[in-house]
C-alpha cells in the first residue's frame, strides 16, 4: 500500500471511532443530562485521548492527530454538561 | 524524545483509553444487559477500532495495534452479549 493509502485507511478509522462518540454529545446536548456517564471513566478517557494526541504528533501521523483532537473536544464537551447539568 | 520515550507514551495512552473501556465491559457482563448500548453505535465503533488496528500495523506502530487489539476484543464482547441478552 502506498502511504496515501494507509493514511485514507486511518482517516477512515478516525471517521468510524469519532461518528460513534456523536451520539452520546448529542443525547447529552440534548436532555441536559449526563447521568449514565461516569464521571471517572471520562477522566480517564480524556487523560488517555490526550495521551494519543500527543504521540499522534511525535509520530507524526495526521489521522491520529485529527481523529484524537475531534474526540477530545467531543469528551471534553460531555464532561462540561456532566459537571454543570450532572 | 527517544523512540523509547514515544513508545512509552503510546502505551500510558493505550492503557488510559483502555481501562476506560473494562466498566461498560464488567457492566454488562455483571448485568447480563447491555440495555444502554446502542447496537449502532457499537457496529460503527468496531468497524472503526478494526480500521485502526489495521492503520497501526501499516504503520508498524506498536502502542496502536496493541490498544486497538484490546479494544477490539472489549466491543466484541459487549456486543456480542448484546445480541444474546438484549
Known sequence: ??????????????????????????????TRSAHGVSLG???IFISGVAGWLGYGILIASTPVIVAN???????LFILVMKLRFG
Open 1 to 30: 500500500m502506498t502511504p496515501f493509502e494507509i493514511d485514507l485507511l486511518g482517516y477512515c478509522a478516525a471517521t468510524l471511532t469519532t461518528i460513534s462518540f456523536v451520539p452520546q454529545a448529542w443525547l447529552t446536548w440534548k
Open 41 to 43: 471513566m471520562y477522566a
Open 69 to 75: 483532537a475531534i474526540t477530545l473536544a467531543l469528551a
